[in-house]
């Protein structure tokens, strides 16, 4: 699976993303890429181009690399890595001045398509960002989303003929279609490199808003660190905290 991504990532782009300090690189150059590792050995790759049109459209795919197994099945065991979980997605985005008489100065639209979750997502993000200071800035963002699931049949039996009965081949799940609101508030401290996060977020999978705050801090150059809480205050909330080191190129 890791050998079938990156081939993807080949394909669709070229040999004509490179690390960042490659001198042969321009400036305008339309190819970018950033890849983060994490402690557990996984990471993630973004691999994209910018198209020449009046509004910034962009095109590319989203890697997630699953640590490689250990040969020592109870070091697998104990990091619960079993087998090759590398996912990927393809997806597009154009982002054009907001609507004045909202308040909004930025829009973005996306598609995605995820084979890993055979579901595909398009998306709308309407944002406003305001400095406070030299220092501190907000920015003020509403999403609309709608996922569709893929059908999926379920085989019953093996047919022993192309004209079986379709009760003997198998049932076919309807897709399921989610639509997601999606509300934050960030502050971004630009000399701490701090951002602090409030976000609420409604799906017509559950009918119920679930809250999330996040602090997301850079420690040193393009390492940072992430605590988050889901759902606080309820019986049973989600904390994380998360490290990534990002490269650019």
Same mark, same amino acid.
């Given at each position: 699976?890791?050998?079938?991504?990156? @081939?993807?990532? &080949?394909?669709?782009?070229?040999?004509?993303?490179?690390?960042?300090?490659?001198?042969?690189?321009?400036?305008?150059?339309? %190819?970018?890429? +950033?890849?983060?590792? #994490?402690?557990? !050995?996984? =990471?993630?790759?973004?691999? !994209?181009?910018?198209?020449?049109?009046?509004?910034?459209?962009?095109?590319?795919?989203?890697?997630? #690399?699953?640590?490689?197994?250990?040969? #020592?099945?109870?070091?697998?065991? /104990?990091?619960?890595?079993?087998?090759?979980?590398?996912?990927? +997605?393809?997806?597009?985005?154009?982002? @054009?001045?907001?609507?004045?008489?909202?308040?909004?100065?930025?829009?973005?639209?996306?598609?995605?398509?995820?084979?890993?979750?055979?579901?595909?997502?398009?998306?709308?993000?309407?944002?406003?960002?305001?400095?406070?200071?030299?220092?501190? +800035?907000?920015?003020?963002?509403?999403?609309?989303?709608?996922?569709?699931?893929?059908?999926?049949?379920?085989?019953? =039996?093996?047919?022993?003929? =192309? %004209?079986?009965?379709?009760?003997? &081949?198998?049932? &076919?799940?309807?897709?399921?279609? /989610?639509?997601?609101?999606?509300?934050? #508030?960030?502050?971004?401290?630009?000399?701490?490199?701090?951002?602090? =996060?409030?976000?609420?977020?409604?799906?017509?999978?559950?009918?119920?808003?679930?809250?999330?705050?996040?602090?997301?801090?850079?420690? /040193?150059?393009?390492?940072?660190?992430?605590? +988050?809480?889901?759902?606080?205050?309820? /019986?049973?909330? &989600?904390?994380?905290?998360?490290?990534?080191?990002?490269?650019?190129?």
């Amino acid at each position: 699976m890791r050998a079938a991504l990156a @081939m993807l990532v &080949i394909v669709a782009f070229g040999s004509g993303v490179a690390f960042a300090g490659d001198a042969d690189k321009s400036s305008n150059d339309p %190819n970018f890429g +950033s890849r983060t590792d #994490l402690p557990d !050995g996984s =990471s993630t790759l973004s691999v !994209g181009r910018r198209l020449p049109t009046e509004w910034e459209t962009k095109i590319g795919t989203d890697v997630s #690399l699953a640590a490689q197994p250990s040969t #020592l099945p109870s070091e697998n065991f /104990a990091t619960g890595t079993f087998g090759d979980r590398s996912t990927g +997605s393809v997806w597009g985005s154009i982002n @054009m001045p907001g609507f004045q008489p909202l308040g909004f100065d930025k829009t973005s639209l996306e598609a995605r398509v995820d084979g890993g979750k055979d579901e595909g997502k398009v998306g709308a993000t309407m944002s406003r960002t305001v400095p406070l200071g030299e220092s501190l +800035s907000m920015t003020w963002q509403n999403g609309y989303s709608v996922t569709q699931t893929l059908a999926q049949t379920t085989p019953e =039996s093996l047919p022993l003929a =192309s %004209n079986a009965p379709a009760s003997v &081949i198998g049932t &076919i799940t309807q897709p399921m279609q /989610a639509r997601t609101l999606d509300q934050t #508030l960030k502050f971004n401290v630009a000399p701490w490199g701090t951002t602090f =996060s409030a976000d609420a977020s409604s799906s017509n999978t559950d009918n119920q808003w679930h809250n999330k705050l996040s602090i997301e801090q850079t420690v /040193a150059g393009p390492l940072k660190i992430t605590t +988050s809480v889901e759902d606080p205050g309820s /019986a049973v909330p &989600i904390k994380s905290i998360t490290a990534g080191f990002k490269k650019v190129w």
